[in-house]
């Protein structure tokens, strides 16, 4: 039953996706616009996700169409027609409910994480994200940015990378860009600072990759889980063919425990997928428990800017890196310049763009180029 509800939600009464589209999902065909649709509908998107999880092809959904026809021989939905199979599915719920319940110790719908997860770690195939925020509310009412000024998340993979020969980054403090940091009495005394305070040291620390993209390592020091509320099915009842509300039998309210690492890659995921609303209230959600977290703050940022949001998008990019993390830094500068220019403020821009310049690291023919075109 709970398929069949996961069906219902993708191709009943709501319809905002056809069963082409989804057909064209599956086959990876038109993925982009395709999720682009479904991101106008909170539901159609949790829905749609579920519908990929579960691996069911859309093929059976055809078959029972054609089944239905040649016996009625009809393109038009009756009511008759419309009670004829709302007694189908009751009658094959009360079936599948019997059937459900004698296996439910060997038949439990649990997808194991993937591989490099916690072990004995286990998520629901169609859990679904409780988010009531007033956050939230306001992120869902965002709209992604133009195609000519959107981040793509494949310019983001696997650049500006930390080498082995390469674990500090020094620059001259300058009232260009003067950064406000917060560090610990026991990193403090390790930071090399030279005796003219007028140099700064931005050190790097290991990083990994998750989807191609570069995140701080955090996994020796994120203990603590990320708890999430999710609705989890809990045996669908045969009279139920929707769920409406957290109150009803066949679905309950859950707060999950989540490793960090696990949470993250889902997050990334969703932001490969240029889903941002969703990669942003993820980050939002790791911020909570690592208010300090670099990877939350550096790519809800992006997120930020292409939802046009450039000045939280700034705020957050002002704190994805420090003297203790800088590997963030060259690509937070750079970012922030460019949210400064959708923001017209131009002469704050121009002045990163020339900081980004003189250092001559990674984007520093981008910024010297872009500083041509504003003069």
């Not at 059937?99 to 719908?109: I, L």
């Not at 403020?345 to 763009?353: D, F, H, I, S």
Request: net charge negative; hydrophobic share 35%.
């Amino acid at each position: 039953m709970i398929i069949l509800n996961l069906l219902n939600r993708i191709f009943g009464h709501r319809g905002s996706l056809s069963r082409d589209e989804i057909s064209s999902y599956q086959k990876k065909k038109n993925t982009h616009d395709i999720e682009e649709k479904s991101l106008s509908d909170d539901f159609d998107s949790d829905a749609i996700d579920g519908w990929t999880d579960s691996g069911i092809p859309i093929e059976e959904m055809s078959s029972l169409d054609e089944m239905f026809q040649s016996k009625y021989n009809s393109s038009v939905w009756s009511s008759s027609t419309i009670l004829f199979f709302t007694l189908f599915f009751i009658v094959s719920g009360v079936i599948l409910t019997f059937t459900y319940t004698s296996n439910q110790h060997d038949e439990t719908q649990l997808v194991e994480v993937k591989e490099n997860r916690q072990p004995n770690t286990i998520i629901p195939i169609d859990a679904i994200e409780h988010s009531t925020s007033e956050e939230d509310k306001v992120i869902n009412s965002l709209e992604t940015i133009s195609k000519e000024k959107e981040v793509q998340p494949s310019s983001l993979k696997r650049i500006a990378s930390t080498s082995d020969s390469d674990k500090s980054d020094t620059i001259q403090n300058t009232p260009i860009d003067q950064v406000t940091v917060t560090i610990s009495p026991e990193v403090q005394s390790n930071i090399p600072v030279e005796e003219n305070r007028n140099t700064l040291v931005y050190h790097f620390v290991d990083e990994f990759y998750l989807h191609d993209f570069k995140l701080i390592d955090y996994r020796k020091f994120r203990d603590a889980p990320i708890k999430k509320r999710k609705l989890v099915p809990a045996g669908t009842p045969a009279d139920q063919e929707y769920y409406e509300s957290e109150d009803q039998e066949d679905f309950v309210w859950k707060d999950i425990d989540i490793s960090y690492v696990d949470y993250l890659d889902e997050t990334m995921s969703y932001f490969e997928k240029s889903n941002y609303k969703k990669a942003l209230k993820r980050c939002n959600v790791i911020l909570t428990t690592y208010e300090d977290d670099i990877n939350a703050h550096f790519y809800g940022g992006l997120c930020y800017y292409n939802l046009g949001q450039y000045e939280k998008a700034i705020t957050h990019f002002e704190k994805s890196y420090n003297l203790e993390f800088g590997n963030f830094r060259q690509e937070a500068i750079w970012f922030k310049a460019k949210a400064l220019i959708e923001m017209t403020e131009l002469e704050k821009a121009k002045q990163l763009l020339q900081q980004i310049a003189s250092e001559n690291k990674f984007y520093a023919k981008e910024a010297s180029s872009l500083l041509q075109k504003l003069k």
